[in-house]
């Protein structure tokens, strides 16, 4: 190697490592940037719906006590699309009033039952009982049971359904 | 600070050691052909890491294996970088491993003491072509299915086993589920494991044995 060359602040191996680390840093983030992008993109798409659902005519539905109801929804995740069931308890009250719960369970979302028995709503997952008005009477969920909103259309009694 | 723990860690886990080893070996005056070794190891690597990131979405069954696909090119961000580097780096991969071999053949480099080194390279670009047929198969398009139709058939065409072949490779008679289910193992479990452990003996003969000299009018 001729002085003419020779740097002489660095010397050949310094500016090899040097060279080296600059373009493997590059080379990782182009590849490694997008994986990320990559790996949480799916969690980005938050579910969407917002819709009116009938439950047929408010008469089909007892006085007093939580009677259930279970509807089908299509939801497209990835490369599949499927049919989701979902459930809610009419209560009905006196002529035209009424209360729809959701059957998720308000602590870690596990579906609850009505026990005629008990007078009371159950979740299994880890025994908690809400009471006939979505109350909480024992367990741990932290809140009483999510209710829809509700309306009444030539008939047919409708809920809410958002998600999203 | 850093260097103290630096001192300490190396103390017991002989890291400058290791570099040493690995990196700062001695080699003779080489060109640029001795570079596809390295090369095809990178691409290797790179393989692995979109090929764990493909696996994250694509699904082997007949009846979602296209869809998944479709899903990564459409739906998943950067889905088109990811499988587009898996793509092209399958074939480049195989390029380089190729003009490789052909070095270490054309500078007579598989001679003693590398005869073994020579044996796990031939070991490794079976492999790599191995990867290469079996991963072909999964999008399981027109384009795969018949070229994984094609290929087994002419497996088939070995005298006496040849029909036991194909039959091993489809998991039946006919290209199916379960074939692809197969090809997808082997692409993603038993050849990596393999091609893993081969790899590791290649480089510990290279680094072991040191690389040997361009050849001279003399040799
Ligand atoms: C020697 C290394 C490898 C080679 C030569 C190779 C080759 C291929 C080829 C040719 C395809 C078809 C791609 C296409 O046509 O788009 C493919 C697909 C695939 N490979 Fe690999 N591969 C390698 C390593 C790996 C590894 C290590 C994994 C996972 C651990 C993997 C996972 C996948 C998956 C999930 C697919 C299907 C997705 C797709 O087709 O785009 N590959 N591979
Ligand atoms: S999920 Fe219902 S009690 Fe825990």
Redesign the interface.
């Known amino acids: 190697m001729s002085s003419k060359y020779h740097s002489p602040n660095m010397d050949r191996r310094s500016f090899v490592k040097i060279v080296t680390s600059i373009l493997g840093t590059t080379m990782a983030a182009i ?1 490694g940037l ?2 990320i ?3 949480i ?2 969690a ?1 798409n938050k579910a969407t719906g917002d819709d009116w659902i009938s439950l047929g005519p408010l008469e089909n539905y007892p006085l007093d006590i939580p009677t259930p109801f279970s509807f089908n929804l299509t939801r497209v995740n ?3 699309r499927s049919s989701q069931s979902y459930g809610a308890f009419v209560l009905r009250q006196s002529g035209t009033d009424v209360i729809v719960f959701s059957d998720v369970c308000t602590h870690l979302s596990c579906r609850v039952s009505w026990d005629a028995d008990q007078d009371s709503f159950f979740c299994p997952c880890h025994a908690a009982f809400f009471g006939k008005y979505g109350e909480v009477i024992s367990g741990p969920p932290p809140r009483p049971l999510d209710r829809y909103e509700t309306k009444m259309e030539e008939g047919q009694l409708l809920i809410h359904f958002q998600e999203g | 600070m850093a260097q103290s723990i630096f001192t300490w860690l190396d103390e017991r886990l002989g890291l400058t050691e290791i570099y040493d080893t690995i990196l700062d070996r001695k080699v003779p005056k080489v060109n640029w052909w001795f570079t596809l070794g390295s090369a095809s190891l990178f691409l290797g690597l790179l393989q692995g890491i979109t090929g764990m990131m493909l696996s994250v979405y694509y699904v082997p069954t007949p009846d979602h294996a296209y869809d998944s696909i479709t899903y990564i090119m459409t739906g998943v961000q950067f889905g088109w970088l990811i499988r587009g580097l898996h793509h092209w780096g399958a074939s480049l991969l195989i390029l380089t491993a190729f003009f490789h071999l052909l070095r270490v053949f054309f500078y007579g480099a598989y001679k003693y003491p590398r005869e073994f080194t020579w044996f796990t390279g031939v070991f490794l670009m079976i492999g790599a072509l191995g990867m290469g047929f079996t991963g072909y198969l999964l999008p399981w398009n027109q384009r795969s299915y018949w070229a994984t139709t094609v290929g087994s058939e002419i497996a088939g065409t070995v005298p006496v086993v040849g029909d036991f072949i194909l039959r091993v490779l489809r998991g039946g008679t006919d290209l199916s589920a379960v074939t692809l289910s197969r090809f997808f193992a082997m692409h993603i479990w038993i050849l990596p494991a393999v091609i893993i452990a081969t790899v590791c003996a290649h480089l510990y003969l290279v680094i072991r044995l040191g690389i040997s000299n361009i050849p001279d009018r003399d040799s």
Do not use: K, N
Request: glycine share 8%.
């Open positions: 590849v997008p994986m992008q990559f790996f993109s799916p980005l990835g490369w599949e």
